[in-house]
């Protein structure tokens, strides 16, 4: 876990793992930017539709719940 907190790039990860926190790390960063061959490669690493679906959601989720939090002033536990 910790080297893929420090870096999931050079963490390891099978190829799967690495394009679906690639995709992820995109769509946090630059959602404005994600194309349509954003999604091919993640059926191109074995995501079925549902599974990027799935993926979206969480990641979306997590950005909204981090904005709601920070939007309010609340501190959270460093774990």
Do not use: W
């Amino acid at each position: 876990m910790a080297a893929i907190d420090r870096d999931y790039r050079s963490a390891g990860l099978d190829p799967r793992r690495l394009a679906m926190l690639t995709y992820v790390e995109k769509l946090t960063r630059e959602p404005g930017a994600m194309i349509r061959e954003d999604v091919e490669h993640l059926r191109q690493a074995g995501f079925s539709d549902r599974d990027i679906l799935e993926v979206v959601e969480v990641a979306a989720y997590y950005a909204y719940a981090n904005r709601i939090a920070d939007g309010l002033g609340i501190e959270l536990e460093d774990d």
